[in-house]
Every structure is written in structure tokens, then in C-alpha cells.
């Protein structure tokens, strides 16, 4: 029995689990991003760092008891706060962008002329960079805060926002190396090669 080639992606080989799991891998990625993103002072629950005099620090901003910051990339609240370092939290809307770039990509690789995963897997490895170096730089910032905060007797507590970023980045990291259409290929799966296959 021969079998005859198929030129034309079909919308059934979405259905392959590989990339399956990159679409499902890059939506949460994106989703738990824009949580982080939009953090106090948009999102009152999730935040980076609380302490006992009431404030609560996110992404664009800070809140103490209710009362938030003007929304902003960067903000001082003291010593224990290192500025330029805030500034840095920029990079993770900048990260979740550019999955989603890499999400349109690997649509792109689907049913657009060109069959190249690089649509998919450039913009999504960069972004999980992004997203890294994003959270290393929140680290950073959080953890020497803690430990001024603490030199100062006030009690202070990380929040879901550390979390996220780094659930984020691991989607993301995942679905670029691991996940979405083959790396190189005529055709994105076997069965479409230009030969006769004999059972």
C-alpha cells in the first residue's frame, strides 16, 4: 500500500501533542506575566513584598493601607528600596509581549505559507530570557529589601507576584525548548515527506 503525500498542513495536526502543549505552555506563561504585570497597584493581591507598616509593592507601583502610588516605571519609598532596581520590572510585560509574539508565531507555522518553527521558538526562548532575567533582578530588589526592612525590626513577608514570575518563565522556557512544531523539516511532520511510504 502506498501512501500519498499530503502538501498542506490540516488543522487535525493540531491535534499532535508537542504542539498542543506549546499553545497550552505559552497561554500560561502569558497569563501568569500580565498577573505579575499588573500587580499593585492594579491588582491588590498580588504584590512582591509586604511589610508591617502597611506597604505592598508591585510592577508599577506600591500601596500602603489602600492609599497607591501614581503608576509608574520606577518608584522610591526609601533606603530599602533600591530605585533603578524597580525600574527593571518593566521586563516582565516586555517578556509576556514577546511570547505572545512567539504564540502568533507558531500560528504562523501552522497555516501561514512558511512552515519554520523559528516564528515560534525565537520570540518565545527571548521571551523566557526576558522573564528570567526579569525575575532575577525581582529577587534581587525584594530580598535586599527584606533584609533592610528586617535591620529596621519591621516584619515583612513575600508575595504571590516572586511566584509568578517564576512559573512564568519556566512555561515559557518549557514551550520554546521542549514544545510546539519540529525544529527542522520540508514539512512539519514525517508523513509529509515527498516519498512513498510502503506498509
Not at 497607591?68 to 510585560?93: A, D, N
Not at 527584606?146 to 517564576?166: K, V
Amino acid at each position: 500500500m502506498s501512501y500519498i503525500p499530503r502538501n498542506r498542513f490540516q488543522a487535525s495536526d493540531c491535534l499532535e501533542g508537542h504542539v498542543l502543549i506549546g499553545v497550552f505552555l505559552s497561554v500560561s506563561s502569558i497569563v501568569v506575566l500580565c498577573l505579575t504585570s499588573f500587580s499593585i497597584p492594579y491588582i491588590k493581591n498580588i504584590f512582591f513584598l509586604s511589610t508591617s507598616t502597611g506597604y505592598k509593592y508591585g510592577t508599577l507601583g506600591y500601596c500602603q493601607f489602600g492609599s497607591c502610588s501614581r503608576r509608574r516605571i520606577g518608584y522610591e519609598t526609601g533606603r530599602e528600596i533600591i530605585h533603578w532596581l524597580t525600574q527593571t520590572l518593566v521586563l516582565f510585560p516586555i517578556a509576556a509581549l514577546l511570547i505572545f509574539l512567539g504564540l502568533w508565531g507558531l500560528v504562523w507555522s501552522l497555516w501561514g505559507p512558511s512552515k519554520n518553527s523559528i516564528w515560534f521558538r525565537i520570540p518565545t526562548a527571548v521571551g523566557a530570557l526576558t522573564a528570567l532575567v526579569a525575575e532575577i533582578f525581582a529577587l534581587v530588589l525584594f530580598v535586599t529589601a527584606r533584609n533592610r526592612f528586617h535591620e529596621s525590626a519591621i516584619d515583612t513577608a513575600y508575595g504571590p507576584a516572586l511566584w509568578l514570575g517564576i512559573a512564568g518563565f519556566i512555561c515559557a522556557a518549557t514551550s520554546a525548548f521542549f514544545c510546539g512544531p519540529p525544529y527542522t523539516a520540508r514539512y512539519m511532520y514525517r508523513a509529509h515527506r515527498d516519498y512513498p511510504t510502503r506498509y
